[in-house]
């Protein structure tokens, strides 16, 4: 199994998925190698692991979002975004017997027929008295909720880099070619072999997800995990 591993150039790719607008893991996104037959999904967390080769072609698609392409190269583990739709969608206008609707910012509003036609006021900082509550009070919203969710989204993008940065040792692990062509010389393994003892692999250290563990760390760790599996599993 390993010269056809070696014959075809077939290896794993893998990464995550995420929304560009709020940097959210996106899960059920088929990832297909374009020309291939395998198709799978991202998980909870916008995981996905694919074989294949260096110079194929990713199709990503995901009801709602815009359909994206990535051509594979030397980078194993990819960080993906897609872009959602609705932010794409143009300005119009629906004219009905009695109700006027305007698809305007990617939202469906309903048209004053006795407003004058005004350009869209996006990014601007909307005041008023709040009509529909017996209190009263007043609402607020544009750029200042718009920036608040901003920040919070911009914070929780920095931390998923961090959380990343502090996984560079098992990455520089896993994701190697020479690391994998030599386990799985090492203990008669497939490919298929391989990413099912990988799976099992960081199941086993889920607790602690290699934060902070060095390349020497993992890779040990790793040949005794395959070494305790196949003598006694295989």
Request: net charge negative; hydrophobic share 35%.
């Amino acid at each position: 199994m390993t010269f056809g591993f070696c014959l075809y150039g077939q290896t794993t790719y893998s990464g995550n998925i995420l929304d560009s607008s709020d940097k959210g893991y996106l899960e059920g996104v088929d990832v297909q190698v374009i020309g291939g037959k395998e198709t799978v999904k991202s998980n909870g967390r916008g995981y996905f692991s694919i074989q294949a080769t260096l110079g194929d072609t990713l199709r990503l698609s995901f009801p709602g979002f815009i359909e994206q392409k990535v051509v594979l190269g030397s980078e194993r583990f990819l960080m993906i975004q897609l872009q959602d739709m609705a932010r794409f969608l143009p300005t119009f206008e629906v004219q009905g017997n009695v109700y006027s609707y305007r698809m305007k910012d990617g939202r469906l509003v309903l048209k004053d027929e006795n407003e004058a036609d005004l350009p869209s006021r996006k990014g601007e900082v909307l005041a008023g008295f709040k009509e529909d509550d017996p209190n009263g009070g007043v609402v607020i919203s544009g750029p200042i909720s718009y920036f608040t969710k901003k920040a919070r989204q911009a914070r929780e993008y920095e931390k998923k880099k961090i959380w990343h940065s502090r996984r560079e040792g098992y990455y520089q692990v896993i994701e190697s070619d020479s690391v994998q062509q030599e386990m799985m010389e090492k203990y008669d393994l497939d490919s298929q072999e391989w990413d099912d003892l990988v799976i099992k692999f960081n199941q086993f250290h889920q607790s602690h997800e290699f934060l902070d563990w060095s390349e020497a760390k993992v890779k040990k760790s790793l040949d005794e995990f395959f070494r305790f599996e196949t003598e006694f599993s295989f």
